[in-house]
């Protein structure tokens, strides 16, 4: 069954009845942007946004773990960062006020939050089960211009930040598209190409809502909005579950496929 495809105009006005929304998907194809821009729409309508966030999760876990600075995740920080992102939703899904919102941003690649692809019996379940779940897919000319801008902060000495994929990682990341997209039959290409990249999520996100938005030009500055709450795990609550998933989480065997 293919992914619906929908405009960012069709997307904003899906926020009036979702209470969740994931966006997925590899770095430099604009998840920052998107999620900026739905929580400033969430703003406005007064909807009070909480977000949850990739980046931010991988940096205090590998804090914990002692393993900040390297290139990529380690697997146990990925596995430590899924557990405690679906007990963080099932928290939020029970506390939450009336009418908020909340906003997450999950890779899903190479194990990366995959978790919440996968249905599960936990407090995330239900919430997840109605989520939308959005991959933004970029023209091949506009993410080349996403990747160049990124290789120009990064010459001028300004980058890349620390939730930044260096060129270099965003090149392993595709060669892990690509094997994932031979696995499943999908047509292989050496470059970026968004019918290999769509078809890989659509694959890996076949249990979620999802849709995907196609992007075809850098729109203005990212909207202001209201400064969002942000959940991001304490010290503590990595530690605690480090013997837990240690012992007993396993990664699925490939990302995509549970």
């Known amino acids: 069954m293919l992914a619906s495809r929908l405009s960012l105009i069709e997307l904003l006005a899906a926020l009036l009845d979702r209470e969740i929304v994931v966006v997925c998907g590899l770095p430099a194809v604009g998840k920052s942007d998107l999620l900026a821009r739905l929580a400033a729409r969430c703003d406005a309508l007064g909807h009070p946004v909480s977000l949850l966030l990739w980046d931010s999760i991988r940096i205090r876990v590998e804090s914990v773990c002692g393993t900040s600075g390297r290139d990529q995740a380690t697997e146990e920080v990925r596995r430590l960062a899924g557990a405690w992102s679906r007990g963080a939703i099932g928290r939020w899904a029970r506390e939450r006020a009336p009418g908020s919102r909340m906003m997450v941003e999950a890779p899903l690649i190479g194990g990366r939050l995959s978790e919440l692809a996968q249905p599960q019996d936990?407090?995330?379940?239900?919430?997840?089960?109605?989520?939308?779940?959005?991959?933004?897919?970029?023209?091949?000319?506009?993410?080349?211009?996403?990747?160049?801008?990124?290789?120009?902060?990064?010459?001028?000495?300004?980058?890349?930040?620390?939730?930044?994929?260096?060129?270099?990682?965003?090149?392993?990341?595709?060669?892990?598209?690509?094997?994932?997209?031979?696995?499943?039959?999908?047509?292989?290409?050496?470059?970026?190409?968004?019918?290999?990249?769509?078809?890989?999520?659509?694959?890996?996100?076949?249990?979620?809502?999802?849709?995907?938005?196609?992007?075809?030009?850098?729109?203005?500055?990212?909207?202001a909005s209201a400064d969002p709450s942000e959940h991001i795990p304490s010290h503590p609550e990595v530690r605690a579950l480090m013997s837990v998933v240690t012992g007993a989480h396993t990664l699925r065997a490939v990302w995509y496929a549970p």
């Open 122 to 223: 936990d407090d995330a379940e239900a919430l997840l089960a109605r989520a939308l779940f959005v991959v933004p897919v970029p023209s091949v000319d506009l993410r080349r211009q996403m990747i160049h801008e990124r290789h120009e902060t990064h010459e001028r000495g300004n980058g890349p930040t620390p939730v930044d994929a260096p060129a270099r990682v965003i090149a392993s990341l595709w060669t892990e598209m690509r094997a994932a997209a031979r696995a499943l039959a999908i047509d292989d290409s050496p470059d970026y190409s968004p019918a290999l990249y769509a078809g890989v999520y659509q694959y890996a996100l076949r249990h979620r809502d999802i849709r995907i938005l196609d992007v075809v030009r850098l729109d203005d500055p990212r909207p």
